[in-house]
Antibody, heavy 132, light 106 residues
Framework: QVQLQESGPRLVRPSETLSLTCGVS?????????WGWIRQPPGKALEWVGS????????????YYNPSLKSRLTMSVDTSKNQVSLKLSSVSAADTAVYYC????????????????????WGQGTMVTVSS | SDEITQPPSVSVSPGQTVNLVCSGH??????VFWYQQKPGRSPVLVIH???RRPSGIPERFSGSRSGNTATLTISGTQAIDEADYYC?????????FGGGTKLTVL
């Protein structure tokens, strides 16, 4: 059974970089799945942050980022640690949110649509506050 | 990217059928995903692809699409269905969430 666990600092200063990792157990980060990040400011709606695919081949890596965050966002996959990372630079109070990592329902081979399937496996989320 | 709009709140009586609607450009032509989220919990996928329910999701949940709308229908609504519901769809490489609908079961 796949399990995801977000970790990282709970408090980040304005203008600094928010760094989170998603530890994956029960699957490989290089399997045939995308990995995603979603955030939710307190009392507000879910917001997709980005999605990454890295099957370990240098020929096929792909990322999709929320355009509103793209200039500040970097997502990566660490095969040795079996985790997915998120870095968001120049943060402000508007980046305060619960951050979730998630995996889609189906593999890319099984998925008949464009991009990737809905997120079916979610971490418990980690609350990150941006404040001085 | 195109926005997806949802009514902020909907109420339903137990046992009745409720339709939760999302509106967005050509939603009827896209895969629309639906999530249920209860307070303090991670979202749960209830519908993916055309109208597929993950294992463990009751049959009373179903999805449909037409034109610029997508609908999540809950038949025989139960008190445990009270939650926030979000739709989601891809739009030119951007994964867009609707603003969510708070479903109250009165």
């Amino acid at each position: 059974q796949v399990q995801l666990q977000e970790s990282g600092p709970r408090l980040v200063r304005p203008s600094e970089t928010l760094s989170l990792t998603c530890g994956v157990s029960g699957d490989s980060v290089n399997s045939d799945y995308y990995w995603g990040w979603i955030r939710q400011p307190p009392g507000k709606a879910l917001e997709w942050v980005g999605s990454i695919y890295d099957n370990g081949s240098s020929y096929y890596r792909r990322t999709y980022y929320n355009p509103s965050l793209k200039s500040r966002l970097t997502m990566s996959v660490d095969t040795s640690k079996n985790q997915v990372s998120l870095k968001l630079s120049s943060v402000s109070a508007a980046d305060t949110a619960v951050y979730y990592c998630a995996r889609p329902k189906t593999t890319q081979r099984e998925y008949s649509g464009r991009y990737h399937d809905a997120f079916d496996v979610w971490g418990q989320g980690t609350m990150v506050t941006v404040s001085s | 990217s195109d926005e997806i709009t949802q009514p902020p709140s909907v109420s339903v009586s137990p046992g009745q059928t409720v339709n939760l609607v999302c509106s967005g450009h050509e939603l009827g032509t896209k895969y629309v995903f639906w999530y249920q989220q209860k307070p303090g919990r991670s979202p749960v996928l209830v519908i993916h692809q055309h109208n597929r329910r993950p294992s463990g999701i009751p049959e009373r949940f179903s999805g449909s699409r037409s034109g610029n709308t997508a609908t999540l229908t809950i038949s025989g609504t139960q008190a445990i269905d009270e939650a926030d519901y979000y739709c989601q769809a891809w739009d030119s490489g951007i994964l867009v969430f609707g603003g969510g609908t708070k479903l109250t079961v009165l």
